[in-house]
């Protein structure tokens, strides 16, 4: 049994059942869609053909991200008993939270100064490779490791985790502002799939712009080849997420089960 709580944000998306297998509490963001605010409970207010309904339907999502009321609230039951806490945020290149779990955590050390202690390590990653990194703690976690000892695997291996993305869908680029309407046009009519990944300040970056979808897929299996640790050798994990597009997903998954049995 580790000496400490180790804990993330629903950002890491995964699954209810695998955050509660590998005892990791988590504290969950909010969006908001047609002036309705749902609590990012991962899909047990509302399913993922409902969310992806509405954004299909023209819906836009606005998220937000966890406050500092909400951290002193799900830590505070770990520091008033004395239980020491290391906490995983979302990318500071992303959201604001890494800031705003610092300001709880120095709330609750000076709320309880002979109790627990909350330590808040950035992730500098998003979605699943957030949620890589987090299971890849709990490994450490679970081989014995302290609390310093966890911080210090994740602080020295987490820049060597790679995050990589497309979307066949220029829609959502143009309605948040990411893009113009004539770049929209162009790239929707030929096609194009920008291909983007998490830098090492963990912010978004465009890396190629890609035609066509099925070259799209075969790009993800080629630039997960030229990077994986150990090539063809790789014994590691690789988590792949979809929003609404299970097939493709599955396109790249059996592209790269080819190239690492």
């Known amino acids: 049994m580790s000496d400490f709580v180790l804990t993330c944000e629903s950002a890491a998306d995964r699954t209810r059942e695998f955050f509660a297998s590998r005892n990791i509490p988590v504290v969950c963001f909010h969006y908001e869609i047609d002036d309705v605010v749902y609590t990012d409970d991962l899909y047990q207010s509302i399913t993922p053909d409902e969310f992806f309904a509405q954004i299909a339907a023209g819906a836009m999502p606005k998220t937000s991200q966890v406050s500092v009321g909400e951290y002193e609230e799900f830590w505070e039951p770990f520091v008033a008993e004395g239980k020491d806490v290391l906490h995983l945020t979302l990318s500071s290149g992303i959201s604001g939270t890494y800031g705003s779990a610092c300001v709880a955590a120095q709330m609750l050390a000076d709320r309880y100064p002979q109790g627990g202690k909350v330590r808040v390590i950035d992730s500098l990653a998003a979605s699943s490779g ?61 096609k194009i799939c920008p291909l983007m990944t998490v830098d090492c300040e963990g912010g978004l970056s465009p890396r190629e712009k890609i035609r066509t979808k099925k070259r799209a897929i075969s790009e993800m299996a080629k630039t997960m080849m030229a990077h994986v640790q150990d090539g063809a050798e790789y014994s590691g994990k690789c988590i792949m997420s979809h929003s609404a597009c299970r097939e493709d997903a599955e396109a790249v998954a059996a592209l790269i089960e080819e190239q690492v049995p």
């Not at 911080?151 to 020295?156: F, L, N, Q, T």
């Not at 985790?161 to 497309?166: A, I, N, T, V």
Request: glycine share 10%.
């Open 130 to 190: 957030f949620g890589l990194l987090a299971e890849c703690a709990a490994d450490v976690r679970d081989g014995g490791a302290s609390l310093d000892e966890t911080a210090a695997w994740i602080e020295e291996h987490k820049l060597n985790l790679h995050h990589w993305f497309f979307s066949t869908d220029l829609s959502s680029y143009l309605r948040g502002g990411r893009i113009s309407a004539a770049s929209a046009i162009i790239g929707t009519a030929l």
